[in-house]
């Protein structure tokens, strides 16, 4: 059981390990699914259409110009090409971003071999059973969309004992808090009846329930991104560590996690494959005042360290930070 108040910060990176794509591939999937495939076009017009699915051609056009478009920007990310075409676009890319995502959804990913949500899993079951694996001091903040999280709770909470029930399984996993920040892509069957299994291919009528699911961080906060920062941030400051797992730094992330705040934790990250410049750009983040320092450990040069205080970053996997790095006595 992980007894001290244990969060995780996880970022694109954390999912990345179980197949979904991230920066430039996920840039290109939107980019070929919508060039050249007039089904998942027109899919994506029907859901824009509203109630009126008829009309669905009307917006064919703008669809292809968006691909078209996001082709040739070759220097952004498609969060930065939809900040700079949120007026054209915006309402398309969160449809193009969703519908890619949910075609990654892959069940035999999480479970077929050994993985970092299986080592915190096998760390929460120790001296545990059914009515005590609940008392795990474990919380998730997560800037991902993706739903891979819950599903493998429930599938291996499900097969753990087999007095557990489902509605036990439900019970465990809604005292975990799950914060997606800006949202997911939807829910699962066992958290709605109309809930999408994971895996399954997204139906035109789930697409328009969903589409307006997610945010992009540079949209205005609704009250609803609001509250899921002000969650975060208070459980954030019950923490006595944090992790945080394949996070991008992003200032306006920083900024409204309140990490500023945050004194005297211990706070272990991982960025992997970062190159010095972006080295340097997370020594700025972190070194702004009120931030604790940080310590920088390569994947060479990595080890295990109880001595220093503040933020220690390891440029390695994460799945190998919690293997290797990651303390929860």
Same mark, same amino acid.
């Given at each position: ?42 899919? +994506? ?11 669905? %051609?009307?917006? +064919?056009?703008? &669809? ?32 193009? &971003? ?31 059973? &059914? ?45 975990? !808090? +799950? &914060? ?16 999408? !299994? ?32 002000? %969650? ?9 560590? +944090? ?45 702004? !005042? ?33 293997? %290797? ?5």
């Amino acid at each position: 059981m992980i007894n001290k108040n244990t969060v995780f910060i996880l970022g694109a990176g954390a999912s990345s390990e179980f197949g979904f794509p991230l920066g430039e591939r996920l840039r290109q999937e939107v980019i070929n699914t919508f060039i050249g495939n007039s089904q998942e076009t027109e899919s +994506i017009a029907k859901v824009l259409t509203g109630n009126w699915p008829e009309d669905f %051609k009307e917006y +064919i056009k703008p &669809i292809n110009e968006f691909a078209y478009k996001l082709k040739h920007s070759v220097r952004y990310s498609i969060d930065d090409f939809l900040e700079r075409y949120q007026k054209t676009y915006l309402s398309i890319g969160k449809l193009a &971003i969703a519908l890619v995502l949910t075609r990654y959804e892959n069940h035999d990913l999480l479970f077929e071999s050994d993985n970092w949500y299986r080592k915190i899993y096998d760390r929460m079951s120790e001296g545990t059973n &059914i009515e005590t694996f609940s008392k795990n001091k474990v919380s998730f903040i997560t800037f991902n969309y993706d739903r891979s999280l819950e599903h493998f709770l429930y599938i291996t909470l499900t097969h753990s004992d087999e007095k557990i029930t489902e509605e036990r399984v439900k019970e465990i996993i809604n005292q975990i !808090p +799950i &914060i997606h920040i800006y949202g997911q892509l939807d829910l699962l069957p066992w958290q709605d009846a109309e809930g999408r !299994p994971y895996g399954n291919p997204i139906t035109l009528k789930q697409l328009k329930r969903y589409k307006d699911n997610i945010n992009i961080i540079f949209e205005n906060v609704t009250e609803k991104v609001n509250t899921n920062f002000q %969650k975060a941030i208070d459980l954030l400051k019950q923490a006595e560590k +944090i992790y945080i797992l394949g996070f991008g730094f992003h200032p306006t992330n920083l900024t409204r996690l309140k990490l500023n705040e945050i004194k005297k934790r211990n706070i272990v990250a991982t960025c992997h494959e970062i190159n010095e410049e972006k080295i340097d750009y997370i020594r700025k983040c972190l070194a702004l !005042p009120g931030y604790p320092s940080l310590t920088m450990y390569s994947s060479e040069g990595a080890r295990r360290d109880k001595t220093k205080e503040g933020t220690k970053l390891y440029n390695i996997k994460v799945y190998d930070l919690i293997c %290797k790095y990651a303390i929860f006595d």
